[in-house]
């Protein structure tokens, strides 16, 4: 994640406190994600694939493997999975004799004005891609850019509240089985279209989600500017806001601050006097803190 934060701040020269050095492959899926949705009014051509296929590349190598990069895949193609000498194959891809072919049909349809919904244009693109599978490798990556950048048309905006591509590595054991069966279907991509707009509902759920964690924390730290707080309380408080796991005790607390058991009561005992913390309701053996929300 950080890796990602700083990979996207360098690319829009924003300078931002805390940032972590990237290797080359994380900045290329940055690079190429970030050419999909501020450029989303571009053409996409073969050219343009080719360079996000290169960026996402960079080595010439898929882990120990070495591809072919911005150019289509020159052999057979296999989805499969399983251990060795137990693969499943989930899907074989049409014959590297035609990908040219499938792919020029598929680039000038995309470009084409249609009277098709953007949206829906990105599920049917999004799919269509798969299907012809073009590249050694990163068909998933440049198939989730394609998406964005639609909906990026979509909403005639290039600034992104909320994630597709995350939504569907989230889900991406749905998202396998849906296409699984769908590419064996008899051409009726319903039920692929109804697990996409589905999809893009939960990513737009999960967003909202997150803006209201982001609007509480500001919100938070603006009324307790002048609040007197040690280090161990902002690190924790933090922590809870960003998504903290589990139950809130005063042993996790000590261990996490590295304090002592008693140094971790009076934190918490501050906070409660300061109505930030409060004590939960549901009790037990154990007693757990929360945040208060009001």
């Given at each position: 994640y950080d890796a990602v934060r700083s990979s996207i701040a360098r690319k829009l020269g924003i300078k931002a406190a805390g940032m972590v050095n990237t290797d080359r492959y994380v900045d290329?899926?940055?690079?190429?994600?970030?050419d999909a949705t501020q450029n989303y009014k571009k053409t996409v051509d073969v050219d343009r694939l080719f360079a996000w296929h290169s960026?996402?590349?960079?080595?010439?190598?898929?882990?120990?493997?070495?591809?072919?990069?911005?150019?289509?895949?020159?052999?057979?193609?296999?989805?499969v999975s399983g251990a060795m000498g137990k693969e499943r194959v989930h899907y074989q891809a049409p014959s590297p004799k035609i990908v040219?072919?499938?792919?020029?049909?598929?680039?000038?349809?995309?470009?084409?004005?249609?009277?098709?919904?953007?949206?829906?244009?990105?599920?049917?693109?999004?799919?269509?891609?798969?299907?012809?599978?073009?590249?050694?490798?990163?068909?998933?990556?440049i198939a989730r850019a394609i998406s964005d950048l639609l909906l990026a048309r979509a909403d005639e905006?290039?600034?992104?509240?909320?994630?597709?591509?995350?939504?569907?590595?989230?889900?991406?054991?749905?998202?396998?089985?849906?296409?699984?069966?769908?590419?064996?279907?008899?051409?009726?991509?319903?039920?692929?279209?109804?697990?996409?707009?589905?999809?893009?509902?939960?990513?737009?759920?999960?967003?909202?989600?997150?803006?209201?964690?982001?609007?509480?924390?500001?919100?938070?730290?603006?009324?307790?500017?002048?609040?007197?707080?040690?280090?161990?309380?902002?690190?924790?408080?933090?922590?809870?806001?960003?998504?903290?796991?589990?139950?809130?005790?005063?042993s996790k607390w000590a261990k996490i601050t590295k304090c002592s058991s008693d140094t971790a009561l009076r934190d918490i005992k501050d906070l409660m006097d300061k109505s930030i913390l409060r004590q939960e309701k549901s009790g037990g053996r154990s007693t757990n803190y929360e945040l208060i929300r009001e």
């Open positions: 290329g899926v940055v690079e190429m994600m970030l960026a996402l590349f960079p080595t010439g190598r898929s882990g120990m493997y070495k591809i072919d990069t911005a150019c289509y895949r020159k052999g057979e193609m296999q989805i040219k072919d499938e792919m020029d049909v598929f680039i000038s349809w995309f470009n084409a004005d249609t009277e098709i919904d953007m949206v829906i244009k990105s599920a049917i693109s999004h799919f269509w891609f798969i299907i012809i599978h073009p590249f050694d490798d990163g068909n998933g990556r905006s290039s600034q992104r509240f909320y994630s597709l591509s995350s939504q569907i590595l989230i889900e991406k054991k749905d998202y396998y089985n849906v296409l699984q069966r769908v590419q064996y279907s008899d051409g009726n991509i319903t039920e692929w279209l109804n697990w996409f707009l589905n999809c893009l509902y939960r990513a737009l759920q999960n967003t909202e989600i997150t803006i209201e964690k982001v609007l509480f924390k500001t919100e938070f730290w603006d009324k307790h500017k002048d609040t007197v707080l040690n280090s161990r309380q902002r690190m924790m408080l933090n922590k809870l806001f960003d998504g903290f796991e589990g139950k809130l005790k005063s």
